[in-house]
């Protein structure tokens, strides 16, 4: 078993564990160690272990050590890849026993994603690094997912659709067949995107509209 910890120690974090929970359920495969947290004092624990210190704990390991970012913030998933620099540290992909692949061998997945429960990837689809795909997402045949996307329960994605880097989905989102979102985007809850999207904004709505903040 190799050796993993979870960075973000709260409620996200404390579901992760879970599911690592379930996954040794199945196949043994992470020894938990615990938690990397720049927010809480080392020592501080919850039911699945204990903070063994903020971000600069990882770039002074001396052992090989899996790390999954449990935070739901784009550009902060981002943040604290780069700032990892040591070699020990690697990525592993999680994901949940039941994910289904419609066709396994059509697909290509990057490092660190995170596919929680019961999310649906059909075929030809591809998957950069560092992406969260939380409970029900749907990624439709042909379409292209960046890097650091964060997309929230029930979003879909539809066929041939492609969307860029840094991006948020929220919960009940829905993004129409062969469109594109670029980067650093933000999708309202339950809004649906008919058309393609300009950088850095939010969109809001069924159809959504870009919102001026």
Not at 166 to 176: D, H
């Amino acid at each position: 078993m190799r050796n993993l910890v979870i960075y973000g120690a709260g409620g996200f974090g404390k579901e992760i564990a879970s599911l690592i929970k379930v996954i040794n359920q199945s196949k043994p495969t992470w020894n938990l160690k615990g938690f990397i947290d720049d927010g809480l004092k080392e020592g501080t624990s919850n039911r699945y272990g204990a903070v063994l210190g903020n971000g600069g704990y990882l770039n002074i390991y001396l052992n090989p050590l899996d790390v999954i970012i449990a935070i739901a913030n784009p550009q902060l998933r981002a943040e604290i890849v780069n700032r990892i620099k040591n070699p020990q540290i690697s990525w592993p992909n999680l994901i949940a026993p039941d994910v289904k692949f419609l066709d396994q061998h059509s697909i290509k997945i990057g490092q660190g994603n995170i596919l929680f429960y019961s999310c649906r990837i059909s075929c030809d689809v591809i998957i950069g690094d560092f992406n969260l795909m939380n409970s029900i997402v749907s990624l439709g045949h042909d379409t292209k997912i960046g890097n650091y996307n964060v997309m929230m329960p029930n979003t879909r994605i539809s066929g041939e659709s492609v969307v860029g880097d840094c991006n948020y989905f929220g919960v009940n989102s829905l993004m129409l067949q062969g469109l594109k979102v670029g980067n650093n985007t933000r999708i309202g809850a339950a809004s649906v995107i008919m058309r393609k999207t300009k950088d850095n904004f939010l969109y809001f709505g069924n159809p959504a509209q870009r919102i001026k903040e």
